[in-house]
Structure formats: C-alpha cells, structure tokens
C-alpha cells in the first residue's frame, strides 16, 4: 500500500508545486510589509528574550567554538529560527486538512500534498531568515558562509522532523478538533523543555544532581540533537558531534516515516470523515 501511495505522490509532484505557491502567496496577503514580516516576528522575539534573559537574568551562552562569537542575541536566534520553523510547520500542518475540507471531500487527491506544503513553504521563509542570520554572524566575526551547505541539511532534516509531526497530528485533528488546540498548548511548554533561550549546559548541571535517568530522559527530546546540529554550524562554525547529528538524523527519520504510514493508511478516509 504504501509502495503505491508513494508512486501516487511522485506522480502528482506538480499538484505539491501549485500547492507550495498558493501558500506563499497566501502567507502575507493583504499586508503592507509583505514578506518582511517573516524576518519581523523572529527579530521582535529575539528581542524579548534578550532583554529578560541575557540583561535581567544575565544568562550567558558557551562561546562559540571555534567561532569565539559570544553574542547572547546571536546564540539565540541560531536555536530560535529552527524552532519557529518547527512551531509554524506543526500549527499549519495540524489544521490545514479540515480547512480543506470542502477541497478534500469533492475530488481525490493525495491529500499529504496539503500538508507537505505547509513545510515546503515554510522552508522558503525559512531560507530568507537564515540566510539575514549568515550576515549578522559575518557582521559579528563569525564566518557561516563555508557552512551553508551543511546548514541545508540540517534543514531537510528539521523539515522531516516538523512533516512527521504535522502528518500525525493532521490526521488526529481530523478525528479530535480538539488536537489543534491541545498543540497551541503544548508547544510553549515544549519550548521551555528544549536549549532554545538556555544552554544545555544548564539543564546538564542540574539534572545530574537528580539522577543519570532525569538526565536520559531530557536528552529522549527529538528536537534537542536539531537545535544543537544549528548551533553547531551557525554559531560555533564546526562541525557537528557524529552523535548529535545521527540523533537528529534517527529521531527526524523515524518521526517523519510514522507520520508518513499514519497519514497513508487514513488518506482515503478523509473526505468520508470531514
């Protein structure tokens, strides 16, 4: 079945174009600012973590290594773009399936196409705001530029990670509207669970003190080995840990293939069950 299903996607690869277009032309549409609102949002995020973080609670990032960038903002935003990448992925993706509904219920289509394209996207922007990054590390003495090659496969894999969840969790909603909403939830709480506005260090530190199991199951965190596979090139300007980057590659390879036999056993359902 899901050889099949695979050979149907391939086949309506051009439905996936027009569909990724629709959704960049529709992201910022009737806007004054247009796409400058991708850069906007991370750069006022940024901001707000900064002040209460690295001026009021004085936190301190590793200096990068062998970057020697030691700029708090900068640390920040190589863990704070992958994550909204992530967070806009996964809310798009959970309720892209029943705002469609009328779309899905009069004609077939491989409907992992909607979701999908949420991702393919989302990575566009994602690509503008990485590559605003580059220049202000370059500004600051860091040098990404050689890196950015690695920094697109850190992206595919951030995107089969963010896929994987929005696929399993599209087809939950279709099931339990509750889902979306029990997402906008959790993904706040998630965040403060994940190195994003704190060095992993930290969360080491203190977690030893508890037990080697505390420890084990913070690190279980599938987007941990993400965040610091980004760090690592961006901000430390090396290469990553062979057991970081195999930790990201297994959990976004194993998240993303469940979504995708999730989603492939309940396509054909779906028009019945909107």
Not at 5 to 10: F, K, S, T
Not at 39 to 44: D, E, G, R, T
Not at 220 to 239: G, M, Q, S, T, W
Request: net charge positive; charged share 10%; hydrophobic share 60%.
């Amino acid at each position: 079945m899901t050889a099949g299903y695979a050979r149907e996607l391939l086949a309506t690869r051009e439905l996936l174009a027009m569909l990724v277009m629709r959704e960049v032309r529709g992201q910022y549409r009737r806007t004054v600012l247009g796409q400058l609102w991708s850069i906007i949002n991370p750069l006022a995020t940024m901001l707000v973590y900064t002040v209460v973080f690295a001026v009021i609670f004085r936190t301190r990032p590793p200096v990068g290594d062998p970057s020697g960038l030691d700029v708090y903002a900068l640390w920040l935003m190589c863990g704070l773009l992958p994550w909204l990448y992530l967070t806009r992925v996964v809310t798009g993706g959970v309720s892209t399936l029943t705002a469609n509904a009328p779309l899905i219920t009069k004609v077939y289509f491989p409907r992992i196409h909607l979701v999908l394209a949420v991702a393919v996207s989302t990575a566009i922007t994602f690509g503008v705001e990485l590559l605003v990054l580059s220049a202000a590390l370059w500004a600051f003495g860091g040098f990404p530029l050689p890196w950015l090659p690695l920094v697109a496969l850190a992206v595919v894999v951030l995107a089969m990670l963010a896929s994987g969840l929005a696929l399993m969790l599209s087809v939950l909603n279709v099931f339990f509207r509750d889902t979306e909403h029990f997402v906008a939830v959790l993904l706040p709480m998630w965040m403060l669970l994940t190195p994003i506005i704190y060095p992993v260090q930290l969360v080491e530190q203190a977690l030893r003190g508890i037990g080697e199991w505390a420890l084990v199951l913070y690190q279980l965190n599938p987007v941990l080995p993400v965040i610091e596979l980004f760090r690592a090139l961006l901000y430390d300007n090396r290469l990553p840990d062979a057991a970081t980057a195999l930790a990201a590659i297994a959990s976004a390879s194993i998240v993303f293939l469940l979504g995708y036999l999730v989603f492939a056993r309940a396509d054909r359902r779906l028009a019945e069950l909107l």
